[in-house]
């Protein structure tokens, strides 16, 4: 396992993560309990030392505090708040208590709120001890900007993958300058880079977020990842290149991957970190991007572009 700083903080996670949202079990099927605490041991065995979660994520939380009994200076804990009908102050003393922890290591926002009143919170928790980094989840780059330009927080995740170049690439520069400490998610579009899929899938699971695409929208997504299976020629694995993407920039401090069982955790903690791309693929990556017009506007399609209206209509 390879480690990068996070920022200019004094964190140095592992450069693949746990994404914790599968393990609570309500957006990616269903979950065995025992096979996602195994998977987080085989983890921890592989050299991984973060896990993002939120409590939107199901029971992720829960499951995560019972596991980090006895080993919690092993990892690092990253959660959100995500709105509701708590605060942020009061939402964040429940966090703690499900994760059966003192202090949460990074602790973002799940959208980039425009009010200075979310970010006080942040500051304040950090004052007491309760959290030691602060961040946000964002979408688009107004938002890296505004965060970057404002100097508001430590990190932040965004979106970034084959098929989603922007806004990561957007601002890239501006990443390189700021130097924030930047979370890659969303890197295997919702598995659908992974090589699992075609067009006979069908998600029958109610409880798993895919069951809510169109005909239409799958079979544009199964399109466009066509366009790059001459990364599999590299690799000999669809996911190792869909991750070995994101893991090539230097500006990536971690790349969080979805796990849920034993199996996935050796992929994803055992064979991906190290994976790089050439500058002469990135390159042809760059060009396939061109031609199916993905730099022409930010193309993340599907659910991910209405999270962030999604979280202020159920909530605010």
Sequence with gaps: MNYRQFGKTDLQLSETGFGAWAIGGKSYGKVDKKESLAALAKAEELGCNFIDTAPVYGNSEIVLGEFLKGRRNKWLIATKY????????????????????????????HWVPR????????????????????????????????????????????????????PFLKRLDKIIEHNPGVIIRSALKMGFLSGKFNAETVFKDSDDQRSKLTINEINKLLSSV????????????????AAAYPLS????????????TVEQAMLNFGQIPGQRLSDAMLTRIKNVQHELGLWKKQSYIDFLSTVKQYFKKLWF
């Design 82 to 109: 995500s709105g509701g009908s708590k605060n942020l102050p009061e939402s964040a003393e429940e966090q703690l208590k499900r994760l059966q922890t003192d202090v949460i290591d990074l602790y973002q926002i």
């Design 226 to 241: 066509g366009h790059f299976d001459f990364l599999k020629e590299i690799f000999n694995s669809h996911v190792i290149a």
């Design 115 to 166: 009010e200075q009143e979310f970010y006080n919170d942040l500051y304040k928790l950090k004052k007491q001890g309760k959290i030691r980094y602060c961040g946000v989840s964002l979408y688009n780059a107004s938002d890296i900007d505004f965060v970057l330009d404002n100097n508001l927080v430590d990190g932040f995740q965004v979106p970034f993958s084959l098929l989603d170049p922007f």
């Design 249 to 260: 920039f230097s500006a990536t401090s971690t790349l969080i991957l979805g796990t849920k």
